[in-house]
């Protein structure tokens, strides 16, 4: 073998092994499981109706992922839109994205690249998240606050 040959060499792309598709109806009790997952209390919905309309029923007001390997689901994620009056428009806002430990690396970061994808089709001035997803900042990204909840329930 010699020097010029070595130039040639093309290394083979590495594909990974996690996809990324859109949540489906029949993947609801998938969805809820693994948000039990990252949750850790165990606890069901006894009252679904909210979840599927939202998810499923026009006007779609949440849209959700599964990050899967060879066809199971490792991870997920789900996003709202709401209204910014500080940034003038709508905007994507990330509720959860969580993958499970030996695939967060790579599935976490092609959930949130859904989710990006997602804030553009729909014409998003802004895409927001709270919490532990700071790996996830671009270099524009900036703190904006600090969320509050208030239960109404």
């Known amino acids: ?31 809820l499981r693994l948000a039990r997952e990252v949750e850790g209390d165990g606890a069901s919905w006894t009252d679904l109706l909210e979840f599927h309309e939202a998810l499923f029923e026009a006007p779609v007001r949440a ?15 789900l996003a709202t839109v709401g209204f910014s009056l500080r940034a003038r428009g709508y905007c994507l806002q990330l509720d959860t994205l969580h ?43 900036r703190r904006d606050g600090v969320r509050h909840v208030v239960p109404m329930r």
């Open 1 to 31: 073998m010699t020097a010029t040959s070595l130039l040639f060499r093309v290394p083979a792309p590495v594909v990974s092994p996690v996809t990324v598709r859109p949540v489906r109806p029949e993947d609801a009790s998938t969805l």
């Open 63 to 77: 849209w959700a992922w599964l990050a899967c390997v060879d066809e199971e689901p490792v991870g997920h994620a």
């Open 99 to 141: 993958a499970r430990k030996e695939w967060a690396a790579s599935a976490e970061g092609f959930l949130f690249d859904e989710v990006r994808q997602m804030a553009r089709r729909l014409g998003c001035v802004q895409l927001e998240w709270h919490g532990e997803a700071s790996r996830f900042d671009a270099m524009d990204a």
